[in-house]
């Protein structure tokens, strides 16, 4: 669909967006967000790029910082027949692609696309907040939104640094692999930067045998940190060795985009066995998981020793097109979400670290099924299980709402861990954390309205939701 030639039509954030009609709730959960509304942002987990804050360098220009990385936005065009070419998505064997005002045109004339979906709600935000527009994004207004956007990019107050300031971020986690040389945290450490913007270690390249080159990946692996990564301690400790590099740059997490929630503690002839396997690219599908599964005990294991977070973001069936990956590469889009077993597949970890005070493990889900069956009752009972936010596809209006209704009375929400935007969108950030805030003010907003909490225990945990709980949960 094609929005056609009209006169601009206002951009217009209400103040009550996103709060239940009820007049009686709207009026609670306007105070309770009123208490929130400024509190700074936690950012504890997401994909920005590092070279941003370390560099501190002007974007380039409104496509390239808000439509060609944001695979929210180039989805949704794709499916309605867009090639990501007219979007400036570069291709892996080089060929044309739009010009970024050409691509620009292009998003700006299929915007009516994101009415009522979350993107819509980010992007009118940070149009409206973070450069001043009272006139809606359509192709009558395509051409001054890109060079007044442009404008703003070329100053100072649109520096990278400057946003953080501006957008009162108090802590973002980028996200790096262990084949990372981590330069761009030692020149934000140098600055004086390193402990608002730190490091994620994910390990997905040298632990998952169908990555990609994976063989390669753990040869560099071992010449980084002069380990023989063909022998399973080996390997081990040059996984050692790289989280302390992480540890040492700010890192307070690690991060795992598995295809399932399997784990597996096997015997270390076994585990020998699977590496030769692994690096010789002979294991089968069931191997490769138990591969997998083996390295996240391990890496529970080491948590335990450094103290880093594991989080677990099971559940993607990631780059279902072999047509898009082959022509535009990785995270263009093409996720899909699977079933997920939870309470069988982490039975081995559980078993052996699941009573860990010390131990926090973050659950995440593209299931929505396992919420009330799986995630809470397991969060509920196990000292080292908390439940991360609404994520991907559900990091929504309605998907916070089934969440909170979901898992709030068997887990409670100290065995939640706050919200976490997990984004490559860096000025959708403001816009995501107040979406998050509003949605839980709403809701407990309505426990109140139906005597089931008191407005000081809701306000309480309006700020445990909007900052504490992430705080507490990343140990930050």
């Known amino acids: 669909m094609v929005m056609s030639e009209q006169a601009a039509v206002p951009l217009d954030l209400h103040p009550d967006r996103l709060f239940p009609a009820d007049p009686t709730v709207r009026s609670l959960a306007r105070e309770l967000h009123a208490g929130v509304a400024g509190l700074p942002i936690v950012s504890p987990h997401g994909h920005t790029d590092p070279a941003w804050f370390a560099l501190d360098e002007a974007f380039p220009d409104p496509t390239a910082l808000l439509v060609t990385p944001d695979h929210y936005l180039t989805r949704m065009l794709h499916s309605q027949g867009v090639p990501l070419e007219d979007l400036g998505v570069g291709r892996l064997d080089g060929g044309p692609v739009a010009d970024a005002r050409s691509a620009w045109r292009t998003f700006a004339a299929h915007y009516g696309l994101f009415r009522g979906t979350p993107s819509g709600i980010w992007l009118d935000h940070t149009f409206a907040e973070v450069f001043g527009f009272d006139e809606r994004l359509g192709p009558s207004t395509a051409d001054s939104y890109f060079d007044r956007i442009s404008e703003a990019l070329a100053s100072e107050e649109f520096r990278p640094r400057s946003l953080l300031d501006r957008f009162d971020i108090e802590l973002l986690a980028t996200t790096e692999s262990p084949l990372d040389d981590l330069a761009h945290h030692d020149r934000l450490i140098a600055d004086g930067w390193g402990d608002r913007v730190i490091t994620t270690f994910r390990p997905d390249p040298v632990v998952d045998p169908e990555f990609g080159g994976f063989a390669a990946n753990v040869a560099r692996l071992g010449e980084l940190t002069d380990c023989d990564t063909t022998r399973w301690d080996g390997y081990l400790e040059a996984l050692r060795r790289r989280r302390a590099d992480f540890r040492a740059r700010g890192a307070t997490a690690t991060d795992h985009g598995h295809p399932s929630a399997v784990t597996a503690d096997l015997d270390e002839r076994t585990c020998q066995r699977l590496l030769d396997g692994a690096l010789a690219g002979t294991l089968d599908s069931g191997a490769a998981e138990q591969f997998r599964g083996q390295l996240l005990v391990e890496m529970a294991a080491m948590s335990l020793d450094d103290g880093m977070v594991l989080q677990l973001h099971p559940g993607s069936r990631r780059n279902h097109s072999p047509r898009i990956l082959d022509r535009f590469g990785r995270d263009k889009g093409a996720d899909i979400p699977g079933r997920t077993d939870y309470v069988e597949a982490l039975r081995p970890l559980l078993d052996r670290f699941g009573l860990e005070p010390d131990l926090r493990i973050i659950l995440f889900t593209l299931d929505e099924s396992t919420y009330a069956r799986e995630l809470a009752p397991l969060a509920g009972f196990y000292p080292s299980?908390?439940?991360?936010?609404?994520?991907?596809?559900?990091?929504?209006v309605e998907g916070m709402w089934r969440y909170r209704r979901a898992v709030s009375e068997t887990a409670g929400f100290a065995n939640t861990a706050g919200f976490n935007d997990d984004t490559r969108a860096f000025l959708?950030?403001?816009?995501?954390?107040?979406?998050?805030?509003?949605?839980?003010?709403?809701?407990?907003?309505?426990?109140?309205?139906e005597h089931r909490l008191t407005l000081d225990d809701a306000a309480e945990l309006a700020e445990d939701c909007a900052v504490g709980l992430a705080r507490r949960a990343y140990s930050l």
Do not use: Q
Request: glycine share 2%; proline share 9%; charged share 20%.
């Open 385 to 396: 299980l908390t439940l991360g936010p609404p994520w991907w596809f559900f990091d929504s």
């Open 428 to 449: 959708s950030i403001p816009a995501r954390h107040d979406v998050a805030r509003r949605v839980d003010c709403a809701y407990l907003a309505t426990l109140v309205a």
